[in-house]
Nanobody
Framework: QVQLVESGGGLVQPGGSLRLSCAASGSITNRYTMGWYRQAPGKQRELVASITSGGITNYADSVKGRFTISRDNAKNTVFLQMDSLKPEDTAVYYC???????????WGQGTQVTVSS
């Protein structure tokens, strides 16, 4: 089993920045995709950004040019650098790790990001 621990959420003013971190531990094998999802009140959970073990990234249109996902494979950690934050970015952000070949996903506990003046 794999456990994900998130950190870095908080309250920030519009235009500000936050950096989220997610560290994975446990029975980790190779070739897995890590991603960040978010869920705002009254909305479905949505993919924000993902990154494969080879470094291929994907972003939601709403965050392109503002957010950057990266990973440190040696430390099994994924980061989400969030710049130029907007009030509509307010949500609970969840880290995810996915092993598609065995149809296995695991989630972090979520961290609250609030963008408000």
């Amino acid at each position: 089993q794999v456990q994900l621990v998130e950190s870095g959420g908080g309250l920030v003013q519009p235009g500000g920045s936050l950096r989220l971190s997610c560290a994975a531990s446990g029975s980790i094998t190779n070739r897995y995709t890590m991603g960040w999802y978010r869920q705002a009140p009254g909305k479905q959970r949505e993919l924000v950004a993902s990154i494969t073990s080879g470094g291929i990234t994907n972003y939601a249109d709403s965050v392109k040019g503002r957010f950057t996902i990266s990973r440190d494979n040696a430390k099994n950690t994924v980061f989400l650098q969030m710049d130029s934050l907007k009030p509509e970015d307010t949500a609970v952000y969840y880290c995810n790790a996915k092993w598609a070949a065995i149809d296995y996903n695991t989630w972090g506990q979520g961290t609250q990001v609030t963008v408000s003046s």
